[in-house]
């Protein structure tokens, strides 16, 4: 089981609290996807925004989160403001 501080774009803060809503190693990162991770974490945390979205989604792909396609950034804009 891989820890999710070994992953890129997150770091310990991050690590906590995807722990806390459930998602303890890489795999369960990965198996949830950035979206339902998000979601958990917005229900415990109301200043989860869409910077922390990216770097889920980043280091699901294994890429810094500046880097995603711009394909990618506009999904997950779109769905940020969906949940609005």
Known sequence: MTKLSKMLNI?????NKLID???QSQEEL???????AFIRIKMIDSSACYN???SL????Q????CNLSESTKKDLKLFLQSLK
């Open 30 to 36: 990965i198996d949830s996807g950035s979206k339902e």
């Open 11 to 15: 770091g310990s803060v991050l690590e």
């Open 62 to 65: 294994g890429i810094r989160w």
């Open 21 to 23: 809503v459930g998602i």
């Open 52 to 54: 922390m979205l990216c």
């Open 57 to 60: 989604e980043g280091a699901i």
